[in-house]
């Protein structure tokens, strides 16, 4: 019996996790793998951005020590420009070194943490979820708590506790295309970096401006557009995909590719996703094999690594006590309730797998600096008194999604979950009596920026 047990360790989770626990409360993290991280450590998926909204740092907090920490350590360069053009920031780091800080930081905050387990029924009743069962390999058991933070990425406790949820586009139920991330290694950057500034057609993202790609100490680009309609073409590349993007890490010429795409796959369902392993894997190496015959600096390129499951970037959302939409993030709209802040755009891959419907639909766009804020009342929902969900699956029409989904906004919701969690637990309210102006001065003692 836990005060609050939080399922699920990406980042959402992580933060979560440690904000219950530094608000005193008895914390259980329970993950299906033996790491923490979820997708950002997993799935090859970064940099992480953006932190941003214009020049203020709208995701601080525990996100922000993580960096900080991190940076200390030569993990991340920090946050640093964005040259792709998609936003403002962008910080990489290092993977391993993020499992490592991230279970250093559990275990002084006194978190306990259960690998291996998961999360696979709920043991909900009169509007209170008493306990979760977990499997693992010694078969199944039950661990309770007052309070539980629902952080698996696809609302695992909400659909096990037979709460309303919807999953995909609100008009046929589709997500957006899955990606395998792949990481390189051994790219020559200088090369690359010459490529691109005497191929101004290949990279139309840039919109003529080159020196943008020697502004910052990474490289993000995306581009190669003739290369890749080319190989299209000529059958090399078997998917639809407008460029190739790409993400130097924290260590100098290796990159995380992010260019695969597989459509027509619900993330929920173990038959599609193996069908979207086996396909994004085919299509990894692909890409891989043309960047090495085809780009220069990328000749001596390894292939090092796929991760253990496939990149998803929506799936299910909770339907909560207020659902986020696009019309919320493009105006900016306040709330009274506010606990965590972005300024990331909306940002779908369609699920047609066409293009991605970022810059073009202005009337989903952001101006510079524009920063959008999350209601507590997107965490929780009218049905449960003990359940509160962070990260990429809270309550958000499937627009708005597409903008809180990444992971320093996840980062920034999972820690609102937490010290939500916490005080619940501690002074024995539910979710709907938490005072919200309490939750705030907690989240703003403990280094989060709400504005
Ligand atoms: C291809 C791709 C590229 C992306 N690129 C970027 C990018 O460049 N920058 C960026 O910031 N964001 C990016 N994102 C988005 C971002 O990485 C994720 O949305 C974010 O990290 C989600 O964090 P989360 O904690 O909500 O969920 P997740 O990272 O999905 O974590 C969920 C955790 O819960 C665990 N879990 C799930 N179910 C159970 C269960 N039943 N029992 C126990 N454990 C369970 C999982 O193993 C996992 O560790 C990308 C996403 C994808 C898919």
Same mark, same amino acid.
């Given at each position: ?60 907090? %525990? ?22 053009? *998609? ?27 259960? *690998? ?78 010459? *490529? %691109? ?68 796959? +619900?993330?929920?369902?173990?038959? +599609? ?14 890409? *891989? ?49 506010? %606990? ?6 909306? +940002? ?25 804020? %999350? ?77």
């Amino acid at each position: 019996m836990y005060d609050v047990a939080v399922i699920g360790g990406g980042i959402a989770g992580c933060m979560a996790a440690l904000a219950a626990a530094r608000c005193g409360a008895d914390v259980i993290l329970i993950e299906r793998y033996g790491f923490l991280g979820g997708t950002l450590t997993a799935c090859g998926t970064g940099p992480m951005m953006t932190f941003h909204a214009g020049d203020i740092q709208a995701v601080q907090g %525990i996100s922000g020590e993580l960096i900080e920490r991190l940076k200390r350590k030569g993990l991340s360069p920090g946050h640093i420009f964005d040259t792709t053009g *998609y936003t403002y920031s962008v910080t990489p780091f290092s993977a391993e070194g993020m499992k490592l800080e991230l279970e250093a930081m559990m275990a002084e905050a006194g978190v306990t943490l259960l *690998y291996h387990s998961i999360v696979c029924d709920a043991e909900f009743d009169a509007g209170r979820l008493r306990a979760v069962e977990i499997y693992s390999k010694n078969g199944k058991r039950r661990i309770g708590a007052k309070m539980f933070v629902d952080a698996s990425g696809d609302c695992d406790l909400s659909v096990l506790a037979g709460l309303p949820f919807t999953k995909g586009r609100e008009t046929d139920g589709k997500c957006q295309p899955l990606t395998m991330n792949f990481k390189l290694t051994k790219v020559d950057t200088e090369r690359v970096r010459e *490529y %691109i500034m005497s191929n101004n057609d290949e990279f139309p993202r840039l919109k003529g401006d080159l020196k943008k790609v020697t502004r910052a100490c990474r490289l993000s680009i995306g581009g190669y557009v003739k290369t890749l309609q080319n190989a299209q073409r000529d059958g090399r590349i078997t998917f639809d995909r407008e460029d190739i993007l790409f993400f130097e890490t924290n260590i100098p010429g290796e990159f995380i590719v992010n260019t695969t795409r597989v459509i027509n796959a +619900d993330p929920t369902l173990p038959e +599609d996703l193996t069908r979207a392993e086996i396909e994004g894997r085919k299509q990894a190496w692909e890409v *891989y094999d043309l960047l090495k015959d085809s780009a220069p600096g990328f000749e001596r390129a390894e292939l090092e690594f796929t991760g253990p499951f496939i990149g998803i970037r929506s799936s299910r959302q909770i339907k909560g006590s207020y659902t986020l939409t696009a019309e919320d993030i493009v105006g900016c709209r306040e709330f009274d309730d506010t %606990i965590a802040r972005g300024g990331y755009p909306i +940002d779908i891959h369609a699920p047609e797998g066409k293009d991605n419907a970022m810059y073009e639909k202005t009337k989903l766009s952001l101006e510079y600096g524009d920063m959008y804020s %999350i209601p507590y009342r997107a965490l929780i929902t009218d049905g449960a008194d003990n359940i509160i969900t962070a990260g990429r699956s809270i309550s958000a029409t499937f627009e708005a999604q597409a903008a809180i989904r990444v992971s320093p906004i996840a980062g920034a919701t999972g820690h609102a979950a937490g010290a939500a969690a916490g005080l619940c637990a501690l002074t024995g309210v539910s979710v709907h009596e938490l005072d919200t102006v309490q939750l705030q001065e907690t989240l703003k003692a403990q280094g989060a920026f709400l504005g």
